[in-house]
């Protein structure tokens, strides 16, 4: 029933919209039929005529003053031209005259205009030889003239008395329908007020109590129903609103009961980690946290705060734009220090684990973060290191030692050797060498890795680290037979690098692709910005047997050896490139395609 509403007081107003439409359009329509025919008749007869007198007094001023016969002919250029502009206007007044008071003064116009242009082609033909007769002929024409240009005058007159008439005319219907339009437009707003009432009483009144209701739903007031007035489409809204009410109210209470217990549950797990575990909104305020947590900050003393180091990992995790920050390299352990008591200052190592919350429509709900001590590890990696360390230096100066009697013995400062003497020695030698460089090498990582390098960062063009990798390691390349290209940078981008340590990293990967490369092809180091702030430096090479998954996830562990490889070195190369790349703050990786092998070194753009 309601619908018959809309429908009835849409339809009226349409009704109205069209007639107002069409009589305007109908009104238009005449307007410009009067504007056009007073347009194409009255004034294109007046134009006409003042042609016509145009020409006749160019006639007139050419030929009516001249006393001198002779000089007609070169005049008759000016008099042919002339007559035909007259003949011309004269046939458009003609086509233009309608009313019978303006064909009578045409046709006496046409008469004039032809005996005056048969006058003055006699004149011009054969003109008199005394001055009296032709002064008597200039003056006959000139009485005609005057008579053309009185008949003009009043063919003017007349048409600008009809275009007055048809103007007035124009006028009375452009008042009778503004009128017209304007008693519309009243009979319009009446029925739309009529129409206005009866929609909102039978329409917008039920839907504003509908709408309070829906507002008292949304504040959790299910004991409020809309009133059943009637059985139209309302009232069937209202019926079928009320039943959800019911069962809103039914749900509510079985999903509070739900949300009650998965809290529980969810507190006891929290509760029952052996971690410190941080529930923080998207404004770092702290939702949730379990008793490891509250205690972690009030050892750091901001009792139920947030610590300085959370709020760093979860900076950190919204700056890169990742949902997941999962750190297992022990030397990206934050650094917890606090007091107890009489025993001074205590160290904690943690690696923090963020990842972002969201609900079911993606909307962003804040961070947990998780806390794993890694003190234990931390301290067992740095006694490894110095273990390393300390090895290395007592190993080192025996060996030393070993080597330099060996080189003594083979120079044969003692007296001469044997051959099997020598080939004993000269096995001894190289097994020395080998040992030494080993323990360069081990020596060399415990010294990365305890951050005693003595790397200096600084902006560097991208085209010098790959210049001083060539200089400095290009010719291993070239004493294994292998071609190398290398790829200058089209730009005057800089990164952040220690030249030297750099292009070590390069010349790791160079010494690689020269002993695993296929000997018919080119080995390839070039750099490319990456969208990520970072500058990639690549060594491309062919080589006979591709790296597989498995290898390519372990080739910079220590003292890792592809089986099948005989090739010299103690395997910690790669190890010490990737730590040189950490202390970068940039990384190392490789990735393989069927026998294609690229090594990378990423350095961060230096930010002018």
């Known amino acids: 029933m309601k619908r018959w509403y809309f429908v009835s007081g849409l339809t009226v107003i349409l009704v109205l919209l069209m007639t107002l439409g069409g009589f305007s359009i109908w009104t238009s329509r005449a307007l410009t039929h009067e504007i056009q025919l007073q347009i194409s008749t009255d004034y294109d007869s007046i134009r006409a005529l003042r042609e016509l007198r145009t020409a006749n007094t160019h006639i007139n001023a050419a030929f009516l003053a001249e006393k001198n016969p002779h000089a007609f002919h070169a005049q008759l250029s ?25 064909l009578e003064l045409v046709a006496r116009l046409q008469a004039l205009v032809n005996d005056y242009l048969r006058g003055f082609e006699t004149l011009l033909t054969a003109p008199p030889r005394r001055v009296d007769a032709l002064a008597e002929q200039q003056s006959v024409l000139a009485g005609k003239s005057s008579a053309i240009a009185d008949v003009v005058e009043g063919i003017v007159k007349l048409n600008e008395i009809a275009i ?12 009778q329908a503004n009128l017209i339009a304007l008693g519309l437009v009243f009979v319009s707003l009446g029925i739309y007020g009529f129409t206005s009432i009866r929609l909102t009483q039978g329409v917008y009144q039920p839907l504003a109590r509908l709408r309070d209701s829906i507002i008292g739903l949304r ?51 929290l509760e029952a980690l052996p971690k410190p575990i941080y529930i923080v909104n998207s404004d770092l305020g702290i939702t949730l946290m379990n008793a490891r947590a509250a205690r972690l900050s009030d050892l750091l003393g901001v009792p139920s705060g947030l610590p300085s180091v959370v709020r760093r990992c979860i900076d950190e995790a919204a700056a890169k734009g990742v949902d997941v920050v999962s750190r297992d390299d022990l030397k990206q352990a934050v650094e917890v220090e606090w007091e107890v008591g009489e025993k001074g200052a205590q160290k904690t190592y943690f690696l923090p684990q963020v990842v972002r919350m969201r609900n079911d429509s993606g909307a ?36 030393t030692g070993i080597r330099m009697t060996l080189h003594l013995l083979l120079e044969e400062q003692l007296g001469p050797l044997t051959a099997d003497q020598r080939e004993l020695l000269q096995a001894g030698r190289d097994d020395c060498e080998r040992l030494l460089a080993v323990l360069q090498a081990l020596l060399e990582l415990a010294r990365f890795e305890s951050g005693r390098a003595g790397i200096k960062l600084e902006p560097t063009p991208v085209n010098s680290v790959l210049e001083h990798a060539e200089a400095m390691h290009g010719s291993i390349v070239k004493l294994a037979n292998r071609e190398l290209r290398v790829e200058s940078f089209p730009d005057e981008l800089r990164v952040l690098a220690d030249p030297m340590h750099a292009s070590r990293v390069l010349g ?86 069927d026998t294609l092998v690229e090594f990378f070194l990423d350095l961060k753009e230096a930010i002018a």
């Open 78 to 102: 000016t008099f042919e031209h002339e007559r035909g502009v007259m003949l011309r206007s004269l046939d458009r007044v003609i086509v233009l005259a309608k009313e019978p008071n303006v």
């Open 164 to 175: 007055f008439q048809r103007r007035d005319r124009a006028l009375n219907r452009g008042r």
């Open 219 to 269: 504040e959790r007031k299910f004991a409020e129903f809309v009133p059943v007035e009637s059985t139209d489409e309302l009232g069937q809204i209202a019926v079928a609103f009320n039943g959800m009410a019911t069962e809103i109210r039914t749900y509510i209470a079985e999903q509070d009961e739900r949300v009650v217990k998965a809290n529980r549950i969810s507190r006891a797990m």
């Open 364 to 399: 962003d709900e804040g961070w947990a973060v998780l806390l794993v001590d890694v003190t234990n590890l931390r301290r067992l990696d740095d006694a490894k290191t110095k273990a390393i360390s300390t090895l290395g230096h007592e190993v080192k100066t025996p060996v």
């Open 508 to 593: 790791n990967f160079l010494s690689n692709a020269a002993k695993y490369s296929d000997p018919g092809t080119a080995v390839l180091v070039k750099a490319s910005r990456r969208a990520d702030g970072f500058v990639r430096f690549s060594v491309i090479n062919r080589s006979l047997r591709g790296l597989t998954e498995a290898e390519q996830a372990k080739v910079f562990e220590p003292f890792y050896r592809r089986s099948g490889e005989n090739a010299e070195g103690a395997g910690l190369g790669l190890t010490i490139a990737r730590e040189i790349a950490s202390l970068h703050g940039g990384r190392v990786g490789v990735w393989s395609e």
